[in-house]
C-alpha cells in the first residue's frame, strides 16, 4: 500500500530551477503544458510492482518515494484549505532567517561591496570564526541543584554529630560547618492540581444521640480550593495554552476531577482579586522609555457572527464617530504592548476590536504630562499608530529585512549585499549589550560604527533605480521601494539614543496569544479576553522579570485587600520585598507568636 505521508524533497540547494525543469524533462525555457495522466491507488501500485522486478532495491526505493509523494501532494492539493505556503514548505522545508543559512557559505566572508562584488579580503577568521568549526558545547546539558530554586528547599542536620563535637576519627580535632553543604535533588511526579481528603471521626453518644466530629487539622482553612490552584489552572491555560478541558481530562485521569466549568469558576473569583495589579501594569507602562506593539488575530464569539452583529447594532446607537468605527469592524485582534521603563520590561495584552494604535493610546493616555514623548517601535502599518498623542516612531529593521530574506533566491547578489549590511548592525548592537553601554554611549557607537555601513547602503538602494539596475515593481524592486520609503523611521537607532532596531520583543510576547488561540482556539464572550488578557500580562511579565510567576498570583490573591489599598508595591519585581515588610509587621504585631 502507498505511504502518503512520504515527501521528496529537493535538499541540494547547488540545484537551480532551471535543472530541476530538466530533470522533469522540460527545458525551463521553452515550457509547454504537462501531459494530463488520469491514475488511481491500484494503477500506481500496479506500476511499483512491476518496477520491483523490474530495477535494483535502490532505484525501486527511489520510483517508490516518488510515486508516494505524487499521492500525498495531490491529495493536499485536493483539500481546499492547503495554501502554497504550506507546499512550499513541504516540499523545501522551514528555513531560519539567519544570514549565513539564506546566503550560504559566501555570507561567512566580509560584508559586499557597494557594487555587489563579495572581493574576499577578509578571512573567516578575521570574522571572528573558522570555517567548519564549532563552539565547544557548555557543560554537560544538566540542570545543577541551584537551577532548582522553586522547590522545598529542606535542611538535613547530621544524624549524631553537631559543630563543635571533637572528630571522631582523629579525636584531637574539631568538627565545623562548611559553607557549601552536600546536595541531593529528588524529582517527582504530580498532579497539576493536587487534593487532600480529611475523614473526620465522628463519634456518636448510644443513650443522647449526641453526635461529636474530630476538629480540622490545622491550618486546612474553611475555602475548598485553595490560591493556588487559581494560580496553576491560570499558569496552565494563558501561560502554556492548556484549555480548561484539556486539563479536565488531565486531572480525571489523575483520579482528582476539576470540570471545566468549575476551573472557569475559580479562574473569575481570581480576576476579582488581582485585577488592581493589571490596571498598575498598565500605568506603568505608559511611563515608559520606549514602547513596542503589535496585533494578531483572536476569535471572539460574543463578537462573531448575527450575535456580533447584533450587538454593534446597539452600541452604535448614540456613539461617537470613533466608536461607531470600531464597533463597526468585522476583525477581532490581540493587541500586544511592551514597555521598557526603569531598566524592567511590562508585557500587556488587549483583545477586541481596537488595533494596536488604539490600544497604545489608551495606554499612553495615563503617562505623566511632564514626560517627554516616548519611542514607539512597530513595523510600517498605520494601524500601529496612535491617534492624538505624540510619539517618537520607530520601525522595525527585521521586517525590512525579512523582505530580502524572501527574495533572495531569485536576486542572490543584491540581497547578499543588503543582508550583510544588516549583519554589521546587528553585530555591532549585540557588541553594545555586552559592553553594557548607556542609551547615549550606544547612540554614539552605532552612529561611528554603523551609521557609515547604513549610508552606503542607501545611496546604493537610490542607485538602483536611478540607474535602472532593478525593475521596481519586481518584488526587489519592492523591497528597496519600503527601505527607502521608511529609511528615517528604519534607521532611528542612529539618532534617538535607546531606540531599538526590531520589533522582536513584541513579537515574541504575541506568541503566548498565539499560543491560546491555537490550543484553546477562541474566548468565549468579552469578560473571558479581558480575564485572559489579565493573566497573560501578569505571567508574561514575571517571565520578563525573572520572577516566579505562580507564586506571584498566589500572593497576590491571598493578598487582596493589601494589593487593592497600594497596587505599586505588588508588581512582580518588587511584591517579595513588600512581602517581608508584611512579615515583619506581623511579628512586630505579635511578638509572643512562635
Known sequence: MLNRGCVVRDDDVAVTPRTRCRIAGTDAMKRTEPKVIDLNTKKLESVLDRAESALDEEDYETIKAVIESYAYIAELVGDKNTTIHRLRKLLFGARTEKTETVLGDKANGAAASPSGDDDGSKSSEEDGSKEGSRPPPKGHGRNGADAYHGGEQIEVPHECLRPGDPCPECVEGTLYEQAKPGVLVRLVGQAPVGAKVYRLQKLRCGLCGAVFTARPPEGVGTEKYDATVASMIGLLKYGTGCPFNRQEGLQGSLGIPLP?????????????????????????????????????????????????????????????????????????????????????????????????????????????????????????????????????????????????????????????????????????????????????????????????????????????????????????????SYLLRHWEKL???????????????????????????????????????????????LIYTCQLCEANPFDYLTELQRHAPALAASPQDWMPWNYRETLKRHNRKGIEACPNAG
Not at 513595523?379 to 527574495?407: K, M, Y
Not at 531606540?499 to 464572550?525: G, M, Q, S, V
Open 491 to 537: 534607521t532611528l537607532f542612529l539618532r534617538e539614543p535607546g531606540a531599538p532596531l526590531d520589533n522582536n520583543i513584541c513579537e515574541r510576547a504575541l506568541k503566548k496569544a498565539i499560543l491560546h488561540r491555537k490550543n484553546a482556539l477562541f474566548y468565549k464572550t468579552e469578560k473571558g479576553a479581558l480575564v485572559g488578557d489579565t493573566f497573560m500580562s
Open 260 to 480: 471545566a466549568s468549575t476551573q472557569w469558576e475559580i479562574i473569575d473569583d481570581a480576576f476579582q482579586l488581582i485585577e488592581p495589579a493589571y490596571a498598575e501594569l498598565i500605568r506603568q507602562a505608559a511611563q515608559g522609555e520606549v514602547l513596542y506593539n503589535d496585533d494578531t488575530t483572536v476569535r471572539i464569539l460574543e463578537r462573531m457572527g448575527k450575535r456580533g452583529q447584533q450587538a454593534a447594532l446597539a452600541e452604535g446607537l448614540g456613539q461617537d464617530a470613533a466608536s461607531k468605527k470600531e464597533s463597526g469592524r468585522r476583525g477581532l485582534f490581540t493587541s500586544g504592548i511592551v514597555s521598557t521603563h526603569e531598566g524592567r520590561q511590562i508585557a500587556l495584552f488587549f483583545s477586541g476590536r481596537k488595533h494596536a494604535g488604539e490600544n497604545l493610546t489608551t495606554v499612553l493616555t495615563q503617562r505623566a504630562k511632564v514626560l517627554d514623548p516616548p519611542i514607539q517601535m512597530c513595523d510600517a502599518l498605520s494601524r500601529n499608530l496612535p491617534t492624538e498623542l505624540e510619539t517618537i516612531l520607530a520601525n522595525c529593521l527585521a521586517h525590512g529585512r525579512r523582505q530580502f530574506v524572501e527574495v533572495a533566491d531569485r536576486f542572490p547578489e543584491p540581497c547578499r549585499y543588503v543582508l550583510e549590511s544588516f549583519k554589521v548592525v546587528y553585530r555591532n548592537d549585540a557588541i553594545a549589550r555586552e559592553q553594557t553601554l548607556s542609551p547615549e554611549a550606544r547612540r554614539q557607537f552605532h552612529q561611528a560604527e554603523s551609521g557609515p555601513v547604513m549610508e552606503e547602503l542607501r545611496i546604493w538602494l537610490t542607485r538602483q533605480f536611478e540607474e535602472h539596475l532593478v525593475e521596481p515593481n519586481s518584488a526587489l524592486g519592492g523591497a528597496i
